[in-house]
């Protein structure tokens, strides 16, 4: 039985937060417990002397899930202030990431809860020291992935690029979810690259999430988020609930 899925997008402000957030919802539904996980996020503020980490912090109200203390480092090892890539950012603090010790977190919030929804940053081939990117990181987790991709003009590309280098690395896609990123309504261009993502990546497109305001401005709760999702995030026949 799978424990857990991976979020990652074709790039940066695709919509991984709000599917994550979906996911958790879904499964919460199913009275399972879950807990989120975003190893590394840049951009943070400083609040005293805590740093704020803007992924997590939404992702986690959108879900409606407060986290007990004892996750909350787990959650969010590695906080970095520079909105930047993930080895930009951390090399600004002379700190060198470590898959490892995202692993020690990742390990010590499994076993205390039955499904783990783990959000990357970026795309797959961000690095995120001198020598790995977010894939080998991936890869030593080894769960199923669901993409997150813009449900407009241009998606294709990058979503079968992001398809093609998943794939060759040996891991389980589990499906797409197209997120309108802006207000544009549904039409031609969207319908079309939904049918041509499943046929030509061989992929199922899981759900849409529709735009609103509130969810692009990260003010958005839990009622809201339902009401944007279309479809079934994670379908049960890929990952059931016990």
């Not at 005293?48 to 939404?58: H, L, Q, S, V």
Request: charged share 25%.
């Amino acid at each position: 039985m799978n424990r857990g899925c991976f979020i990652t997008g074709t790039d940066t402000g695709v919509g991984k937060t709000v599917v994550s957030a979906a996911v958790l919802l879904q499964r919460i539904e199913r009275e399972q417990r879950v807990m989120y996980m975003k190893p590394v996020q840049t951009g943070c503020r400083q609040a005293g002397g805590e740093r704020i980490a803007p992924d997590p912090d939404y992702g986690l109200r959108l879900a409606g899930i407060t986290p007990a203390p004892e996750d909350r480092a787990d959650i969010c090892p590695y906080r970095l202030l520079m909105p930047a890539s993930p080895h930009l950012a951390a090399a600004r603090e002379d700190v060198t990431i470590s898959i490892d010790r995202i692993l020690e977190s990742y390990e010590r919030l499994q076993r205390r809860h039955a499904f783990l929804v783990v959000e990357g940053a970026g795309g797959v081939l961000v690095p995120l020291n001198d020598s790995d990117t977010m894939l080998e990181l991936m890869r030593r987790l080894a769960l199923p992935v669901i993409i997150a991709c813009r449900a407009g003009l241009g998606t294709l590309n990058h979503t079968l690029l992001t398809v093609r280098v998943l794939r060759d690395a040996g891991l389980d896609l589990a499906g797409l979810v197209l997120v309108q990123t802006t207000p544009e309504p549904w039409g031609d261009i969207e319908e079309d690259n939904r049918c041509t993502l499943e046929r030509m990546a061989a992929v199922p497109v899981t759900s849409r999430i529709a735009y609103h305001p509130a969810l692009a401005a990260g003010t958005a709760d839990p009622r809201i988020l339902r009401s944007c999702v279309q479809g079934t995030v994670l379908p049960d026949s890929i990952f059931p609930v016990k």
